[in-house]
């Protein structure tokens, strides 16, 4: 029976989501014995909570010094920081791995990435590593040490043709999309859904996500949420204002000022994404990778607002450039761009069109094969 040690860190919400839908589609389809470890955490706990909660703290309040991070950590002085550090921590790691002794290492961080490429270029370990890349554009920090790397899986062409012109070895790169749960791979009752939300099922349905956590630009998003409400009279919209006390109150308070409680639903959070996204027609959101992969699986276009400088603005482009996504930049008029969007049904219809060209559904699956089919 194959042992295999899947590595995330809790830098936002996709690392650890990527990691639980392996992790869920091993153990229910192979002989497998699956074990999964916050690196960071387990390298050190007050390390974690000081890098976790600075990257929490500099994604809410001072994202454009977060983007300036992620740049500058691809090369140059950060880069090396950031690969020394990794180094260091890897020796305890090492402590880990040697105890659980895996057959596979699976990571989806490039944190992790480096430590266990690290302590297999020293001869300390001997395991298979395969790194998940959990965005929609390449970064250089997972491609450190990628010699030591057994298989790399990306979201998408241009990222293939970025790592093999870096150098990596064809073979080894593999088109799979991010991880999703295998609920978007399921078909749902939607008079059902339409039921269970209050939603007239004869009109159409718009799922609207707030920020969750980080709360990122409440002015802006309430001012977009107002504008998708007035905009749109004949759509329901299910509003989503995340576990953030502040955006919820003001999702309600908007719902009040435009007498739109009988198609406007406000939730804190919602257990039913899937099933929610399979009745929806758009979805407005932050494009954050696992969001994104979600909303293209499920053949949704995307309205995009509040994308964290960073991995998130080339989110955005990616999906303004493939056409299946339009971004309200912060110098946008919101209900220019909504009407302009609305104004052409041909223009949705095309976007969700090409949703199909990108979408993954079976990016799971096909990981998970990679996996237990490494030579």
């Not at 091993?26 to 909660?53: A, H, P, S, W």
């Not at 718009?206 to 949420?225: M, P, V």
């Not at 719902?255 to 758009?282: A, C, N």
């Amino acid at each position: 029976m194959k042992k295999i040690l899947i590595f995330y860190a809790a830098y936002g919400g996709g690392h650890l989501s990527a990691a639980k839908a392996i992790k869920k589609h091993l153990d229910d389809n192979f002989e497998v014995e699956t074990d999964m470890v916050d690196c960071i955490q387990y390298v050190n706990k007050i390390l974690n909570r000081v890098t976790t909660g600075a990257y929490n703290q500099m994604a809410k309040n001072a994202p454009s010094l977060w983007g300036r991070i992620y740049a500058n950590s691809q090369k140059g002085v950060f880069a090396h920081i950031s690969s020394r550090a990794n180094k260091m921590m890897a020796v305890k790691l090492k402590n880990l791995i040697k105890e659980r002794n895996p057959d596979i290492v699976v990571s989806t961080h490039p944190f992790s990435s480096q430590m266990v490429s690290y302590l297999k270029r020293k001869g300390k370990i001997d395991c298979k590593l395969v790194t998940v890349l959990t965005d929609f554009a390449p970064h250089d920090q997972w491609l450190v040490g990628h010699e030591y790397t057994n298989a790399f899986c990306v979201s998408n062409n241009r990222m293939y043709e970025y790592l093999t012109n870096y150098g990596i070895e064809n073979k080894k790169v593999h088109v799979t999309g991010i991880p999703l749960s295998d609920k978007f791979s399921k078909k749902f009752n939607k008079s059902e859904i339409y039921k269970e939300f209050k939603l007239d099922e004869n009109k159409p349905v718009i799922l609207f996500f707030g920020g969750g956590e980080f709360g990122l630009g409440k002015d802006r998003t309430l001012q977009i949420l107002r504008a998708v409400i007035h905009n749109l009279p004949t759509y329901q919209i299910i509003a989503v204002s995340g576990r953030n006390k502040k955006m919820n109150k003001g999702f309600h308070d908007i719902v009040e000022e435009t007498h739109s409680k009988g198609r406007v639903k406000v939730f804190d959070y919602i257990t039913k994404v899937p099933e929610v996204m399979s009745i929806s027609t758009l979805v407005v959101t932050k494009p954050g990778g696992l969001t994104t992969s979600e909303s293209l699986a499920s053949g949704l276009p995307l309205l995009v607002i509040n994308p964290i400088p960073g991995q998130e603005e080339e989110n955005a482009e990616f999906l303004e450039k493939n056409n299946v996504g339009v971004w309200i930049r912060k110098k946008d008029n919101p209900n220019v761009v909504i009407q302009k969007l609305f104004e052409d049904k041909s223009k949705l219809e095309q976007m969700k069109e090409n949703t199909k060209l990108l979408a993954k559904k079976n990016s799971t699956k096909d990981i998970c094969n990679i996996i237990m089919n490494l030579d």
